[in-house]
């Protein structure tokens, strides 16, 4: 229960954009033990470093269309997809398009280590 | 790792609509110990059951407008805002608009009882 209140709405537009050294649109929706979510808007040519993150990651496409790699593999993903990256192993998703890419990232449960970038 | 691939690609378009006591489109994405994904689709004047589940939820708005009731409070969501439903207060979610809604249920970490309809 957060101050006396049961529901917790959170609007994405007014969430603060993090400082990350993906210098991207990047903004922490919620976070508690079991799960952290993240709103990311790539701009055209916009991508992430590749980087590990410690646990599961779901990231589902919200807008556009975008280039997921994980591992060695890499696909292109559309609006309506979920895309499952297990742990540990590096990711990067990258917006070689000419629109706007927004996707949610989920991941479960929150890390108690650090992403590392590559 | 699935079918000797890393990444899983999960279109929701392409995924069964699960038989539920709700008789609205419910798809399953994903499951996993962590985290169940379930997209839903709300045509106007549908509405899920009041009920309830035994572990935490975020509902992310993908598209349009709809009610949300958790507990006794009531609030109007749209699009790209997330509410977080704590476990085991019974809730539901309505569309009273002219328009489709459409969101994400993400459950954390995936129950191992029943959801209650009530």
Same mark, same amino acid.
Request: net charge negative; charged share 30%.
């Given at each position: 229960?957060?101050?006396?209140?049961?529901?917790? $709405?959170?609007?994405?537009?007014?969430?603060? %954009?993090?400082?990350?050294p &993906?210098?991207v649109? %990047? /903004?922490?929706?919620?976070?508690y033990?079991?799960? !952290?979510?993240? &709103?990311?808007?790539?701009?055209? /040519?916009? *991508?992430?470093?590749?980087?590990?993150?410690?646990?599961?990651v779901? +990231?589902?496409?919200?807008?556009?269309?975008?280039?997921?790699?994980?591992?060695?593999?890499?696909? !292109? $993903? &559309?609006?309506?997809?979920?895309? +499952?990256?297990?742990?540990? %192993?590096?990711?990067?998703? *990258?917006?070689?398009?000419?629109n !706007? +890419?927004? +996707?949610?990232?989920?991941?479960?449960?929150?890390?108690?280590?650090?992403?590392?970038?590559?």
């Open positions: 229960m957060i101050g006396g209140k049961t529901m917790k $709405v959170i609007e994405m537009n007014e969430m603060e %954009v993090a400082q990350t &993906h210098q649109d %990047v /903004r922490k929706l919620i976070s033990k079991d799960a !952290t979510i993240v &709103h990311i808007t790539l701009e055209p /040519r916009e *991508s992430l470093k590749m980087h590990v993150t410690p646990v599961d779901c +990231f589902y496409v919200l807008e556009g269309d975008g280039i997921v790699e994980i591992g060695k593999e890499k696909e !292109t $993903v &559309h609006k309506d997809e979920l895309v +499952f990256s297990p742990a540990k %192993v590096p990711h990067r998703l *990258s917006n070689e398009s000419e !706007t +890419f927004r +996707f949610l990232v989920i991941k479960t449960p929150t890390p108690t280590e650090e992403t590392k970038i590559l």
